[in-house]
């Protein structure tokens, strides 16, 4: 499978609550996670993220969706840009608060490193979290 391929199912896992067991497959062992999100400002690895959107998914936003917008590979850096939209209604545990039944459209971008073997090496996700929160009722 090609680079564009392997990301587009790895998003496509992540986004819909697949966790770590589903996503692992896409990824390195030991994979980095970063962002510049308070939302996400203890997640190191991209096992930590999987695993949290797992749990946003299927409790914290049980009838969330998710559309992928556009993607792009960047041949020379071997990185897979995927921009999102993901479509959430707070009625689960696991917010701040209770829920809130407020909803949140939020536009994101996943920054996907390949490695040689077309395996996911780092992860980078560009998104606004505190826009987020505040539509959610959080802040």
């Excluded at 949290?52 to 914290?60: E, F, P, R, S």
């Excluded at 559309?67 to 701040?96: K, M, Q, S, Y």
């Amino acid at each position: 499978m090609n680079k564009l391929v392997i990301a587009r199912e790895f998003f496509s896992s992540c986004e819909s609550g697949g966790g770590w067991q589903e996503c692992s497959q896409y990824v390195v062992e030991d994979a980095e996670f970063s962002g510049q999100s308070n939302a996400l400002a203890e997640v190191a690895t991209v096992r930590e993220y999987c695993d949290w959107m797992m749990d946003q998914a299927k409790n914290t936003f049980p009838t969330a969706t998710f559309d992928e917008c556009a993607c792009a590979l960047d041949i020379d850096r071997n990185i897979v840009l995927i921009f999102g939209t993901f479509h959430a209604t707070h009625l689960g545990p696991g917010g701040p608060v209770p829920p809130t039944k407020k909803t949140s459209v939020s536009e994101y971008v996943y920054v996907l490193h390949m490695n040689s073997e077309d395996k996911i090496s780092k992860m980078i996700k560009v998104w606004n979290s505190e826009w987020s929160a505040e539509r959610l009722g959080w802040q």
